[in-house]
């Protein structure tokens, strides 16, 4: 068995081992994944928001 | 601590630390896996599956850390409120529920070799199921009212009443018969571990704190934008409202 072959099998656990550390890095990348677009989005939200509301206050001084 | 409370001072200092926690995660993380799967023996009893321990013993950890964390978020949102408090809070339950899902698998995943079955509905095991409850049900109940207010301080009732769960866990081991070994790392003594396999456990639990620092920022930047946008869509709603009355 070469090297690679051999430190895939894991000593036989293969079936037990690759599945603790795939889905370990799905769960953590998907949580990252998910929470940097809920930041970006909503700041994007606010940031177009307030553009509007300054655009509209430069329009009409007194109010 | 009041001086933390500011959401725009948060949101200075987490400029300044988000870097740094990205860097440390991504370096401990890679030197964690290096010595998890290939620079450290195999166990003289557990063979190659002392791997699986890597991931499941910072995993759980870091499930407990984060729901006392979440619980003293929340105990100072109900006694001081602290504008911040709530919004880290709410920020925390995904991550600590995630480690704990982490830690149930992986742990039927080591239990399945090394005890022949997946799960036993043990004192450890099952309050581990509990503490995964606590998080799914204070996410539920965060949003579960048109007022956030309200579902914000039931929920932060919630996580008061679960902190309970937390020293149950950590001795449980102790307290009842039980399959799952009792600690092995913060023991009287020292830990009863060899430094080989201390290395992988200590580079893991670090990834995973500063993979919390980094998400938990995310997540909050998100919660304040979002109660601005809140503010701010309300105040356009009464505005519309009185302009309505006038016309």
């Known amino acids: 068995m070469s090297m690679l072959e051999s430190f895939l099998a894991m000593g036989g656990y293969a079936g037990f081992i690759w599945p603790t550390y795939i889905l370990t890095a799905v769960v ?21 928001i307030q553009q509007t509301r300054r655009a509209r206050r430069r329009n009409q001084p007194e109010s | 601590m009041h001086r933390f409370a500011n959401p725009a001072r948060f949101m200075r200092i987490a400029t300044l630390i988000q870097p740094w926690a990205v860097g440390v995660t991504i370096l401990t993380t890679a ?3 290096w010595f998890s799967l290939i620079a450290s023996p195999a166990d003289y009893q557990q063979g190659e599956t002392v791997r699986i321990m890597y991931i499941h013993v910072p995993a759980a950890w870091m499930g407990l850390f984060c729901y006392t964390a979440m619980a003293v978020f929340s105990a100072m949102a109900l006694v001081w409120k602290h504008p911040l408090a709530d919004l880290l809070a709410r920020a925390t339950a995904p991550v600590g529920a995630a480690f ?3 830690c149930l698998v992986t742990g039927a995943l080591w239990g399945k070799p090394m005890w ?13 199921l509990i503490l995964l409850f606590l998080y799914l049900g204070y996410m539920a109940l965060v949003n579960a009212f048109d007022d956030p207010e309200r579902g914000q301080k039931a929920a932060a009732v919630l996580a008061l009443v679960g902190v309970v769960n937390v020293p149950i866990i950590k001795f449980s081991v102790d307290w009842w018969n039980t399959l799952h070994q009792p600690a092995s790392v913060v023991k009287m003594g020292g830990p009863a571990i060899d430094s080989t396999m201390m290395v992988p456990l200590i580079l893991m639990a670090v990834a995973f704190k500063a993979y919390y620092v980094v998400v938990l920022i995310l997540r909050t930047r998100a919660e304040i934008a979002g109660q601005k946008l ?12 009185r302009a309505e009355i006038q016309a």
């Open chain 2, 230 to 241: 809140r503010v701010i869509r309300m105040a356009q709603v009464h505005a519309a409202g």
């Open chain 2, 31 to 33: 030197a964690g896996l």
């Open chain 1, 28 to 48: 953590l990348v998907a949580l990252l994944v998910a929470s940097l677009k809920a930041a970006r989005g909503a700041e994007k939200d606010l940031d177009a």
């Open chain 2, 116 to 128: 022949g079955t997946w799960w036993v509905w043990d004192a450890r095991l099952t309050s581990m």
């Open chain 2, 100 to 102: 704990t899902f982490v």
